[in-house]
């Protein structure tokens, strides 16, 4: 199995596009073109870089940075060195961030212009490791700017496997260190087949990459895939909707990824009712339940919007739903891929039968290792090459998966089971709704029931006793709500999902 991903990719398609890089101050105005044949080059000069600065196999790179193709850069010079990239969210604070490079130690960093106080606060856990400014640096910083001197020869290559960790992409946990799962050469290649295999990817898409590149969906739904297949990723700094319809209306766009905040401002937007969204032909949502009613909106102009399911664990590409059973199949996330087994076990360690909940087992060559550094987490997750996901699910008599939620986010009220993303799709079909969050609370007489936190939309009015009233035309009685909490805004963990932690801590 190849390690350089870029070097084999500038052979077979020297002058494909890669990358449309828009992430800079620019935007669309100053995009960049970048073929596969530069994009290696350039790459390589960031490798021997890194190299001249001391880093080999098993080194780890840190990076604290929105999108941009210096990122593109490290993650696949990475690759070249044996090297890991550690990915760092951005969004969390630095004594969050802090025990993180504490527990991976890594031997240099990089940082972009917006987080020079963060950097500042992390200087003391970053030791005696080298800190490289990619734009402006501080007293004492390397300039990512004199990696360009390099040569754009491949650098001296180690020996290494498809075992050798590539990335340390940490999960979207809300309680807790984070943990760095390790994707290795190996789980992100056999992703990356399992996704062009399945889903049909080509050298002729072209997906918008503005999911931050901290989270497996920016690295692993179509950026490392479509470099597999040779297709292009339209490289942005961070989403922006405007943006994202400019895109989609005038740079031949065919695939986007979202989670189902990005859909639902999308659908709020003015240019909804205009933009050409009937040209892709992937338009996919993940990364957290999907309100039923953003699939039948999209659903009334005739596009197969459609629901995935992946974690940083496992791919994060997992399933399937062919264009024509999307509607026959609402909410389903289809089929495993075509390297993934998927197991759906009961309480007592059976397996379930056709619409029995339970919860998802996943195995394959895409599920990493483990977690960096934390073997309780690791054998308590990673059991006889299964990967015990915590999330509920069924499958119909076909076959055909959907996922029901969090084991941990299901209610038991008076003995029955209550899964929230059922809930929170009903309130959110109200149209006074933007968006809902289901969470337990404690109940005397039922042991828990369900507590609504509801933000309303722009301009919309709408009190507790008229959306239970609306609810009890949609739900049966023990699953409504028996309190609501109106709010401004939900809270989001740094991976962008509702923090339902911080709606218990209410």
Same mark, same amino acid.
């Given at each position: ?89 951005? +969004? ?31 200087? /003391?856990?970053?030791? @005696? ?46 309680? !807790? ?59 942005? +700094?961070?989403?922006?909707? @405007? ?18 905040? %990005?859909?639902?401002? %999308? ?54 739903? /062919? ?12 089929? /495993? ?113 369900? +507590? ?35 709010? @401004? ?6 991976? !962008? ?10």
């Amino acid at each position: 199995m190849t390690t350089d991903w870029l070097q084999r990719r500038a052979w077979l398609s020297p002058t494909a596009p890669a990358i449309i890089d828009v992430s800079g101050p620019g935007g669309i105005a100053d995009a960049r073109t970048i073929d596969y044949r530069t994009l290696d080059a350039e790459t390589n000069q960031v490798a021997n870089a890194l190299a001249a600065q001391g880093i080999g196999l098993g080194d780890r790179v840190a990076v604290l940075a929105k999108n941009r193709v210096e990122y593109v850069q490290l993650w696949f010079a990475c690759a070249k060195l044996g090297a890991a990239l550690q990915a760092l969210n951005w +969004r969390l604070t630095a004594r969050e961030l802090g025990p993180l490079i504490t527990q991976a130690g890594p031997r240099i960093m990089f940082w972009d212009r917006e987080f020079a106080e963060l950097i500042d606060s992390l200087r /003391p856990q970053l030791g @005696d490791a080298k800190i490289v400014a990619l734009d402006e640096p501080r007293a004492g910083d390397l300039e990512f700017s004199s990696f360009r001197d390099q040569p754009s020869t491949p650098p001296p290559r180690p020996e290494f496997g498809p075992d050798q960790p590539w990335v340390l992409c940490y999960t979207g946990g809300t309680t !807790g260190l984070p943990k760095a799962a390790l994707l290795t050469h190996g789980t992100i290649a056999w992703n990356a087949i399992n996704t062009v295999s399945s889903w049909g990817l080509s050298k002729a898409d072209v997906a918008v990459l503005n999911a931050p590149m901290f989270h497996t969906g920016g690295l692993n739904v179509f950026t490392a895939p479509l470099v597999h297949a040779g297709g292009c990723s339209i490289l942005c +700094r961070e989403f922006d909707l @405007d943006q994202l319809y400019d895109l989609i209306t005038d740079h031949g766009v065919t695939c986007f990824f979202g989670v189902p905040a %990005m859909f639902q401002a %999308m659908q709020a937007h003015p240019r909804w009712a205009s933009a050409p969204l009937e040209r892709l032909s992937l338009i996919i949502s993940g990364g957290a339940p999907c309100p039923e009613p953003v699939f039948e909106r999209f659903w009334a102009r005739g596009i197969d919007f459609k629901t995935g399911y992946g974690l940083t664990e496992a791919g994060p590409n997992n399933f399937w739903l /062919p264009p024509e059973r999307v509607r026959d199949k609402p909410g389903a996330v289809g089929w /495993p891929l075509m390297h993934v087994e998927v197991r759906i076990i009961d309480q007592h360690g059976a397996v379930c039968g056709p619409e029995e909940v339970g919860e998802l087992w996943i195995r394959g060559p895409h599920v990493c290792p483990g977690y960096d550094k934390n073997p309780e987490a690791t054998a308590e997750s990673f059991i006889d090459g299964w990967l015990h996901t915590g999330d509920l699910a069924r499958a119909d008599a076909e076959g055909c998966v959907t996922i029901v939620g969090r084991s941990k986010d299901m209610i038991i009220s008076g003995g029955e089971n209550i899964y929230p993303a059922e809930i929170e799709s009903a309130i959110s079909a109200h149209p006074a709704v933007a968006e809902a969050a289901l969470i337990g609370v404690p109940h005397e007489r039922w042991g828990e029931v369900g +507590r609504a936190f509801v933000v309303l939309a722009s301009g919309a009015q709408l009190d507790a006793e008229g959306l239970l009233a609306y609810l009890g035309e949609h739900l049966a009685r023990y699953k409504l709500p028996k309190s609501v909490v109106f709010l @401004d805004s939900l809270p989001r963990t740094g991976a !962008g999902k509702i923090d339902k932690r911080a709606l218990e801590a209410r």
